[in-house]
């Protein structure tokens, strides 16, 4: 049976490793430090790990930026200070590291564009 699955390819770390990519990086929207607990999590090989995240693109505090901007609309409301600490906590929590992730709260509540 495991025969059978390892030639189906079914029993692949690499291949995994790869969907967890697109997933997180896709529809979940998360910063590389939640990219490698998922990793680590479903206990890939350190190798495969790091092989994984050397492949990720360049490009986190874009998407950090894209996802603050999307979540401050419903910041309106708030005090500047309160919704920066929290845009930068929902930014923190989907794993993009400290300065990315203030960065991007900043600029998303300032309304910059670019």
């Known amino acids: 049976m495991i025969a059978a699955f390892l030639d189906n390819g079914y029993l692949d770390d690499s291949r995994l490793a ?23 999590r479903r206990g890939l090989d350190r190798e495969v790990i790091d092989i ?10 874009e998407r950090a930026l894209e996802f603050a901007r999307q979540r401050a ?13 929290r845009l930068h906590g ?19 509540l300032a309304g910059d564009e670019d």
């Not at 929902?90 to 998303?108: E, I, K, N, S, T």
């Open 52 to 61: 994984a995240l050397a492949s990720l693109p360049d490009d986190e505090a």
């Open 18 to 40: 790869e969907q967890l990519l697109d997933g997180a990086l896709g529809r979940k929207a998360q910063g590389a430090t939640a990219v490698a607990q998922t990793l680590v």
């Open 90 to 108: 929902q930014l923190a929590r989907r794993g993009f590291r400290g300065a990315v992730a203030l960065d991007a709260a900043r600029q998303a």
């Open 73 to 85: 609309r419903g910041m309106s409301g708030l005090d500047h200070d309160v919704a920066l600490r």
